[in-house]
């Protein structure tokens, strides 16, 4: 596969990424390199990572955080920060972040902000991080349950994917990474989406490929709005009522905590629904991508009150403008609009057509 360039970055892929990174190394020859993992891939990605990395005499550290979403947190990136300075990092130092979205979202802000930021990698080891949180510079933690709060846009140095790694995750890691993929069609390309749509007729060989035109939808996107001012919004489509239904999850002591493509997924359902009342986007397509989704994912029933709080934390959502919460909705398949205003009636409508699904 083709290395993609991005604005400030490169990501590669398999066969050649440990070759890229010994390269790099040779050239940069970084005083410390430090590898931040979390408790899952230390056990299951490390030895393999360490295996093939050849650091020559560059010192190696590895730090583990706490693997879960409720660890995003600033305390872990002070721990992280207190760690690197016990160790002597300096602003030479290079932070590789081995693990998935969560690693490499805290590990990005740390080193981007650590001594006004050092040099980092990310080396993507989740479906969802792979397709998602490689490509952009996205970095930040978390403020309590609400998602990405405190963080800085900056995009390190490489990102290495080796897609063998996914061999070492849980099914429901698997299905939350596919719903970002999924997206990826339903805002860009039509035929992609389709292509993903039938799980059953997929192979490995087929989801390398999968997942090499997800990172460059992403990247065409990314590239042509690296700030996010306008284009790079569509990227959040399902995100405004998904963070909020991940972050209810994530606080209520009655729900289970869903992973973020699994909130995603319904995020996008009750969005689609919106687009059709909204834009007039078409109810053949509103059930296809219903069907689409139900296949995979298991249907979650909220009650009213829940659904009143969902909407309340819609007020945090990053798109917002001037108290105003603005959705991203689809005309069409392939045809993304930008900055809608939906009225809380309307989302409520949205809840029940979901949940008249199962």
């Not at 400030?8 to 190394?25: K, P």
């Not at 479906?127 to 405190?150: E, I």
């Not at 997924?265 to 059709?276: D, K, Q, V």
Request: hydrophobic share 40%; proline share 2%; glycine share 8%.
């Amino acid at each position: 596969m083709i290395s993609i360039k991005t604005k400030a970055s490169v990501v590669h892929f398999n066969s050649v990424i440990y070759q890229e990174l010994e390269t790099y190394l040779q050239t940069k020859n970084p005083s410390m390199i430090f590898v931040l993992v979390d408790m899952n891939t230390h056990e299951d990605c490390l030895p393999q990572f360490l295996s093939h990395m050849n650091s020559g005499d560059i010192p190696v550290e590895v730090m583990e955080m706490p693997d879960g979403e409720e660890h995003k947190t600033i305390d872990i990136c002070m721990g992280v920060w207190e760690a690197m300075s016990e160790y002597g990092a300096d602003r030479q130092s290079l932070l590789i972040n081995l693990g998935g979205g969560v690693v490499t979202d805290l590990g990005g802000f740390v080193a981007s902000t650590y001594m006004r930021g050092i040099n980092y990698i990310n080396v993507p080891t989740s479906l969802l991080a792979m397709v998602d949180a490689s490509v952009g510079g996205k970095t930040g933690v978390d403020l309590g349950v609400l998602k990405n709060q405190v963080g800085v846009i900056s995009e390190g140095d490489m990102v290495l994917i080796d897609t063998s790694f996914l061999s070492t995750l849980p099914q429901n890691q698997m299905v939350s990474g596919y719903a970002e993929m999924l997206k990826h069609g339903l805002i860009r390309d039509r035929s992609y989406f389709e292509r993903l749509s039938d799980l059953s007729q997929l192979t490995l060989d087929d989801l390398d490929q999968l997942i090499y035109e997800s990172v460059v939808i992403k990247n065409n996107v990314v590239s042509e709005d690296p700030s996010e001012k306008g284009l790079r919004k569509i990227l959040n489509f399902g995100h405004t009522l998904g963070h909020a239904i991940e972050s209810y999850c994530l606080e209520s002591d009655m729900r289970d905590t869903l992973l973020h493509g699994e909130a995603i997924a319904i995020g996008m359902m009750l969005e689609t629904y919106l687009s059709s009342e909204l834009l007039d986007f078409s109810k053949a397509d509103l059930e296809l991508i219903s069907s689409t989704f139900l296949k995979t994912y298991s249907g979650v029933n909220f009650n009213e009150k829940e659904i009143d709080y969902i909407i309340d934390l819609l007020k945090h959502d990053k798109k917002n403008s001037h108290g105003k919460v603005k959705f991203v909705l689809l005309e069409a398949i392939g045809k993304p609009k930008l900055d809608c205003e939906v009225e809380n009636t309307l989302i409520h409508k949205a809840f029940n057509y979901y949940q008249s699904l199962f």
